[in-house]
């Protein structure tokens, strides 16, 4: 199974930024597609954005967009989420998902994900 491990979560005032990371155990991921989600206490885990390396296209959550931003790393089995003019609305644990899908037809941010990481704290707060 695809193993993958989220980092570089804590605590930042509103208006700062962050920038997760997601590493996955194979050598490449160009094989999938990558999913941010994020889950606050008593409310529904969430999509974020999502990326399809196959391709390099993008979706985000209308709430995020602009401000955050997905990408490939230099190394093939990463990628990251960088978070930039954080509100306190985006606290929450956040999570990366994989699925194998090759090419895919369809938006990234509507298909289900068989493989998730543990999760990191992202906490905006002053």
């Known amino acids: 199974q695809l193993q993958l491990v989220e980092s570089g979560g804590g605590l930042v005032q509103p208006g700062g930024s962050l920038k997760l990371s997601c590493a996955a155990s194979v050598f490449t991921l160009d094989d999938y597609t990558i999913g941010w989600f994020r889950e606050a206490p008593g409310k529904e885990r969430e999509g974020v954005g999502c990326?399809?390396?196959?391709?390099?296209?993008?979706r985000y959550k209308d709430s995020v967009q602009g401000r955050f931003i997905i990408s490939r790393g230099d190394a093939k089995n990463t990628v990251y989420l960088q978070m930039n003019s954080l509100k306190p609305e985006d606290t929450g644990t956040y999570y990366c998902?994989?699925?194998?899908?090759?090419?895919?037809?369809?938006?990234?941010?509507?298909?289900?994900?068989?493989?998730w990481g543990q999760g990191t704290q992202v906490t905006v707060s002053s």
């Open positions: 998902a994989g699925l194998r899908t090759g090419v895919l037809f369809g938006s990234c941010m509507t298909i289900t994900y068989d493989y």
């Open positions: 990326i399809t390396f196959s391709n390099g296209g993008t």
